[in-house]
């Protein structure tokens, strides 16, 4: 019971990492006590669940993101990667313009990304979705953007 318990408040406060973004408190037990929201909430948790979760969350915040997923929909080496890289990430955007693309630059080779998954069945869904347009796209682990 207590490992169930402490795997739903641990998930509860990664849920909760939006609303709070880069701005980790001290103590998310307390930010979620604090007064000026509806309703009360009362946490009541060891001392030792507490500071761990608490660690965890300030070591997510120093990532800048959360672990999930992306797929890889191009990468590629020499002259014209660039430019290609460019001009696919503006393929996929004008295809599917409510989803995140990423371009990055990783020694000697330019990638494209999409997405910000939380799940891999989540990326694997999407992945589904564009792999006749994308045929060599795969899914790669990656720090993703904080969930809005």
């Known amino acids: 019971m207590k490992k169930k318990c402490c795997y739903s408040l641990l998930l509860l406060c990664c849920l909760s990492i939006a609303d709070i973004k880069s701005q980790a408190p001290a103590d998310i037990f307390a930010y979620f006590t604090k007064s000026g929201k509806q309703g009360n909430i009362d946490i009541i948790q060891e001392h030792s669940i507490k500071s761990q979760v608490n660690v965890h969350l300030s070591q997510q915040v120093k990532l800048n993101g959360i672990k999930g997923?992306?797929?890889?929909?191009?990468?590629?080496?020499?002259?014209?990667?660039?430019?290609?890289?460019?001009?696919?990430?503006?393929?996929?955007?004008?295809?599917?313009?409510?989803?995140?693309?990423?371009?990055?630059?990783?020694?000697?080779?330019?990638?494209?990304?999409?997405?910000?998954?939380?799940?891999?069945?989540?990326?694997?869904k999407f992945l589904k979705q564009i792999e006749f347009n994308y045929p060599d796209a795969f899914i790669r682990e990656d720090i993703i953007e904080f969930p809005e």
Not at 76 to 99: C, H, I, M, P, W
Request: proline share 2%.
């Open 69 to 124: 997923y992306r797929i890889s929909i191009y990468f590629g080496s020499g002259q014209d990667s660039k430019k290609t890289a460019e001009l696919t990430r503006a393929n996929f955007v004008s295809r599917y313009s409510d989803v995140n693309c990423h371009t990055k630059f990783e020694y000697p080779y330019f990638k494209v990304y999409v997405g910000d998954f939380r799940t891999r069945s989540e990326a694997l």
